[in-house]
């Protein structure tokens, strides 16, 4: 599933991945959103493509569809992919329901 949304207010497209631990975001993305990504703990990446090295982050607010969260774990990876991978650390706060080709989510807390 595809949705909009921004990162601190920077736009963005979202893909619903259930099997991200966390919001996964490329570098170029943290750039746009003002995340000062290499402050963030260094931390070694288990992917799909093999193991890579990001940075976990704080995101100050993560918006999908007028839903805003505060607060949420990120990581930073280096990869070029302007789409971010909306993972658990977002969807675990949500209620989620699938009517056919459409997904709704519900803020729990």
């Given at each position: 599933y595809l949705a909009e949304g921004a990162i601190n207010g920077a736009s963005t497209r979202f893909l619903v991945d259930t099997g991200a631990t966390t919001v996964a975001l490329s570098t170029s993305v943290a750039v746009s959103?003002?995340?000062a990504y290499t402050r963030g703990e260094r931390i070694p990446l288990s992917t799909a493509n093999g193991m890579a090295v990001?940075?976990?982050?704080?995101?100050?607010?993560?918006t999908v569809r007028g839903l805003t969260l505060r607060n949420v774990e990120g990581v930073v990876m280096p990869v070029s992919s302007p789409v971010v991978l909306l993972g658990m650390s977002f969807?675990?706060?949500m209620e989620m329901k699938r009517d056919g080709n459409t997904m709704v989510l519900t803020q729990r807390y």
């Open positions: 959103a003002g995340i990001g940075w976990r982050v704080k995101l100050d607010a993560v969807l675990n706060r």
